[in-house]
């Protein structure tokens, strides 16, 4: 049941945050989990990636090789990072952030930056809105056991509203 998973983004957009909560959760169920990122050397604004692999047993190489699921919140991180997806895997798309999607099969596109603007007031919590869509894309780790995880990485002030930006991700996933 290995799953390799790749957010990708800018610097400053959340996607190592994302993945930490992600692996943090799929571990709290019990799951072996392993964290890995990268930034390009503008840290901010930069191309940055993160990569979660969730498997039952040992996991002995920390790097994704063949994502099953990679993210892309910038067209920059799309054209960048979605190369070696696996041919069976889904591309997700931050839909007004990606204009010019790259040709793949399984695209999943979602306005996850606009959601985050629009419905919870900043797009601070577009990396929350993700892990929403994430989270029912993948359906390896139970929702629940995600929204206790990104209670103990957010400031307590936030907790509301990055619980209602994990839920509405979730919920844009049709």
């Known amino acids: 049941m290995r799953k390799q998973i790749r957010l990708s ?4 957009q959340g996607v190592i945050t994302a993945a930490i909560i992600y692996a943090e959760a799929a ?3 019990g799951k072996e989990a392993v964290q890995s990122q990268s ?17 039952d047993g040992p996991i002995y190489h920390p790097h994704v090789k063949t994502p099953d699921v990679v993210l892309a919140m910038t067209q920059k991180a799309a ?11 889904i ?13 793949f099969k399984n695209v999943v596109q979602v306005p996850i930056t606009k959601i ?12 929350i809105v993700a892990l929403g869509v994430l989270t029912k894309i993948i359906g390896l780790v139970d929702l629940e056991t995600v929204k206790t995880a990104v209670s103990h990485r957010v400031p307590p002030h936030t907790i509301e509203a990055n619980m209602k930006a994990l839920q509405l991700g979730y919920d844009a996933v049709k």
């Open 91 to 103: 591309l997700v798309l931050d839909t007004d952030l990606v204009p010019e999607p790259p040709a």
């Open 79 to 89: 054209d960048k990072y979605f190369g070696d997806l696996h041919e069976d895997g």
């Open 39 to 55: 930034y390009g050397p503008e840290a901010r604004g930069g191309a940055s990636k993160s990569e979660v692999i969730i498997d």
């Open 27 to 29: 571990v709290a169920e």
């Open 9 to 12: 983004g800018s610097g400053g």
């Open 116 to 127: 985050a603007i629009e419905q919870v007031g900043k797009s601070l919590f577009a990396n």
